[in-house]
């Protein structure tokens, strides 16, 4: 099966700065890579994904980069915010499957 | 997008006994999805629910554990059965939305087992 790798596992940035977060797979044949914020007590919520045949989505302060030859993708904060803290999950899905693999997670803190 | 609600939101249990949690969707869904999230862990896929057949069950877990229905488009059920403390974990069920493809969480069951 898919196998997601992400890193780090924890991430602390000041309040302005960016923070980035990688995931590898190992499935050539995955194409859709959601990311979800799980903030604490609450349900994981998908906050962007992107499909395999786009590099880059950008949602405002959120982007999601996708490189297929190194099967690995990446989520961009830009100007974090205290609400940004929370912890962030990858996933990925291979094609003409119906079952997302997630990575492990990585609790992202912003000092404020 | 739809509502999921879930149901019991926690519960504490007795070694031993069973509980079932409850998947509710506002709309008509194909699959439904339970998953499993230890405390400080990701998200462990149990089964796929379809309605009028069999879940799918991942590696590592039985239907003898966790028997799961699917009655209609619109609800399943999955049960924790003879529960013992390495079952305390959060439950959470998910949903694959018609003409999207990110999927949709309930609030999640967490369950504690003493």
């Known amino acids: 099966g898919e196998n997601v790798e992400q890193h780090p596992s924890t991430l602390s940035v000041q309040e302005g700065d960016s923070a980035v977060i990688k995931c590898t797979y190992s499935?050539?044949?995955?194409?859709?890579f959601p990311w979800y914020k799980q903030e604490l007590g609450k349900r994981p919520q998908l906050i962007i994904d992107?499909?395999?045949?786009?590099g880059e989505k950008k949602d405002q302060r959120i982007a999601v980069t996708l490189n297929k030859t190194a099967k690995h993708f990446s989520l961009h904060i830009t100007e974090t915010q205290p609400e940004d803290s929370a912890v962030y999950f990858c996933a990925a899905r291979r094609a003409n499957d119906y079952k997302l693999s997630f990575g492990a997670g990585t609790t992202v803190t912003v000092r404020a | 997008s739809a509502v999921i609600s879930q149901k019991p939101s926690r519960d504490i249990c007795q070694r031993g006994t069973s509980l079932t949690i409850q998947c509710q969707v506002d709309s008509q869904v194909t699959m439904m999805f339970w998953y499993r999230q230890q405390p400080g862990q990701s998200l462990t896929l149990i089964a796929t629910?379809?309605?009028?057949?069999?879940?799918?069950?991942e590696s590592g877990f039985v239907i003898d554990k966790f028997p799961i229905s699917r009655p209609n488009l619109t609800f399943s059920t999955l049960t924790v059965s003879n529960m013992s403390p390495e079952d305390s974990s959060i439950y959470l069920c998910s949903v694959d939305l018609r003409g999207r493809d990110g999927y949709t969480f309930g609030s999640g069951t967490r369950l504690t087992v003493v």
């Open positions: 992107i499909r395999s045949n786009v």
């Open positions: 629910a379809n309605q009028g057949s069999e879940a799918t069950y």
């Open positions: 499935d050539s044949a995955s194409n859709y």
